[in-house]
């Protein structure tokens, strides 16, 4: 078995994963934000028992934990690959602190706060939180391309005979 390969791939799937559930937000969660209070209520009625930020807080450290695997397996054979994969472990770490810096202080206001500011006040909230969530999968987005380069190097790299890829 592979290991590079293997741990490459695996964390180009997680991270991936990662980069659709940020998308989805930004297509399906952010627009139903806008409206409120009442676009708020029903969010937060919608979201009683479970919300994102569970699914969230399991696959982003997952991705972190997978690429600091992936970059220990592949940390001498090729500068190409450790340092994409450093680059990618980095951005994904900075997705996170944007996460926390930028997105729970709004999300504190959209779904925990009292729904006592102003309609418009709300709205802006919702809004920066949408803006915020383009430059996160921004991120994410370079995270999984920084992966899937490592993929392709390491598949080239460790093809056998003919089937060698040049």
Do not use: K
């Not at 559930?21 to 969010?43: C, D, K, M, R, T």
């Not at 979201?47 to 930020?53: A, D, L, R």
């Not at 807080?57 to 970059?71: E, F, G, H, K, M």
Request: hydrophobic fraction near 55%.
């Amino acid at each position: 078995m592979n290991l590079r390969l293997v741990s490459v791939a695996i964390t180009l799937v997680v991270s991936a994963m990662l980069l659709g559930a940020s998308v989805y937000e930004s297509v399906v969660l952010a627009p139903n934000l806008q409206g409120a209070p009442i676009s708020l209520e029903h969010a937060r009625g919608f979201y009683h028992v479970t919300n994102p930020g569970v699914f969230f807080r399991v696959i982003s450290p997952a991705t972190q934990l997978l690429l600091l695997v992936a970059l220990v397996c592949n940390w001498r054979p090729t500068p190409f690959v450790r340092w994409r994969l450093a680059g990618a472990l980095l951005l994904a770490i900075l997705a996170d602190l944007i996460t926390f810096q930028f997105h729970y202080p709004r999300n504190a206001i959209l779904f925990r706060a009292p729904l006592t500011s102003s309609p418009a006040d709300l709205d802006r909230v919702a809004a920066e939180w949408a803006t915020g969530n383009y430059v996160r999968i921004a991120v994410v987005l370079t995270v999984v391309v920084l992966v899937m380069l490592s993929t392709f190097r390491i598949a080239r790299e460790t093809a056998v005979g003919e089937h060698r890829l040049s």
